[in-house]
Nanobody, 113 residues
Framework: QVQLVESGGGLVQPGGSLRLSCAAS????????MAWYRQAPGKQREWVGT???????TYEEFVRGRFTISLDNAKNTVYLQMNTMKPEDTAVYYCVFPRYNEWGQGTQVTVSS
């Protein structure tokens, strides 16, 4: 019913910042829980953070205090602001509606000097 498209990935130095976007094809984030996941090569997919429809967010311990999920409802877009980035943040990042198992295509984030 709804499609998700991630964008904003790229190369950033340690300590730098990136903002990822997760755009939905229609209004959805005010109605559904969404989550960010990431997967590094050779590693299991791991949970990054969750935003419920009411706006409350939770984060994995390693990114807590550095990453922030926010919503621009007019644009049907959720953002993942990533600050003070570390090499360990290198991964493909995905947004998802867990209830519907609806995933975006992912966007590559590389943190390197």
């Amino acid at each position: 019913q709804v499609q998700l498209v991630e964008s904003g990935g790229g190369l950033v130095q340690p300590g730098g910042s990136l903002r990822l976007s997760c755009a939905a094809s229609r209004r959805a984030f005010s109605l559904n829980t969404m989550a960010w996941y990431r997967q590094a090569p050779g590693k299991q997919r791991e949970w990054v953070g969750t935003r419920i429809s009411a706006g409350t967010t939770t984060y994995e311990e390693f990114v807590r205090g550095r990453f922030t999920i926010s919503l621009d409802n007019a644009k049907n877009t959720v953002y993942l602001q990533m600050n003070t980035m570390k090499p360990e943040d290198t991964a493909v990042y995905y947004c998802v509606f867990p209830r519907y198992n609806e995933w975006g295509q992912g966007t590559q984030v590389t943190v390197s000097s």
